[in-house]
């Protein structure tokens, strides 16, 4: 079956966060398993595509208010493991960054775009599989915009990464949408503005969350949508992501100062933990803690500063932070230098390499996140024999269980200082139980969360719309 992915991310072509991750692997292992999965995403300005030549394979213009001339390009060489497609508009898309507060006209025009290709080509799509809100509106169009009745009966998939974000906009940009039967406008509809979030799941044909249990938090708290995700929730389902364990597998991955498998771990660790230490200046026989991520409310980011505080006055831990975000938080966080000059370091910023370094040096990660609709983070972490400490929301739900209730991870109730606190505490005393703390590292090492069984979870659930 032919499968194409819609997404604003896709890594290593442009990650901003776990979105890019997925469509980045999720194709890849569906075409191991027989099928011919594509992705289709922005031509953006990066270093991605200035380092990798293109070939047009179609030409279009469509109206949002004026007219836009697009491109469709692909890759000249592809190694990725599976076809890639970029919508080049030059006047919307090809920009620095993925995100930006003009979001509406750029992703609305990628959409059409995407969709003006998809519709005259020879052999139509099986399935059209959208991401999060910036795809949102293309299960609408495809059913209901007199261009697309072609594809009106292609079924739709939208998986929601995240919740929180729908792309909502007034209804008085209500025509840029391509002609419809105006009598069907309150698909698009939530809460007197345009919805495209709202808009997929009352339109697509299935609605996919990232874990199970977020779908059932989705339920209670979703930003407006509970109720909607419940009246829907026939059609919802939540599928756990994988890792892709190509990129992320220490014995391979070529951003280690020292590669190890499970049988070397203690020993390859070791030598990526006194790397990191020289280098960012923190004690290398003390246990070593991380947070890698955005700094977002999401990720409980803000808790952060008095966690660490609490824990540092002790002096018996040493913490490396690497993210950027919210600006106070990074002020705050970088403030704590200071104050504990040999035990604690941080990396403001984006550095996918120094992460891959920081989860093979690291004992401990931390993740207080209050939403975490799956966190790939803490399957990365695992798969590094990292332990993750987690708070219990959304899929660290799913994926951690506690080392005190014959589980391997730390688990917290609560996104709060005094829990996070606490629990690095316990991780302290774990970490000081040594045989044990050495045995959970290799039992970690072998939890299997790669993409396999996952990406044939979605191959049935086309094939349930399909047959
Ligand atoms: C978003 C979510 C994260 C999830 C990722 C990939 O970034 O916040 O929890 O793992 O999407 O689905």
Redesign the pocket.
Known sequence: MTIFHISAECFPIAKV???G??VGALPKYQNKLGETSSVIMPFYNNKFTHSHTFKKVFSGRFNLGRTFNFDILTLEDNTLGYDLYLVHIPELLYTDYVYSSNDTERFLGFQIAALDWLVQLKTLPDIVHCHDHHTGLIPFMMSQSYAYHKLRNTPTVITI??GQYQGWFSHNKIHLIPPFDFSKAGLLDWKHLINPLASAIKCAWKVTT?SPNYMEELKFAANGLEDLLRYESGKCVGIL?GIDDKVWDPATDDSLIKNYSVKTANSGKKVNKEWLCKEFNLNPELPLFAFIGRLVG?KGADLLPEIFNNSLYHKNLSIMMLGSGDAVVEQELDRLKNQYPGFYNTYIGYNERLAHILYAAADFLVMPSRV?????NQMYALRYGTVPIVNKV??LKDTVEDFDNSGFGILHDGATVQEGSFAIHRAINFYNDTDRFKKNRNLIMKIDHSWDSSAQVYINLYNSLIL
Do not use: I, S, T
């Open positions: 966060g776990g979105l991750d997925v990464h995240n990232v992501n999401e975490e609709p799956c966190g790939l959304g899929g």
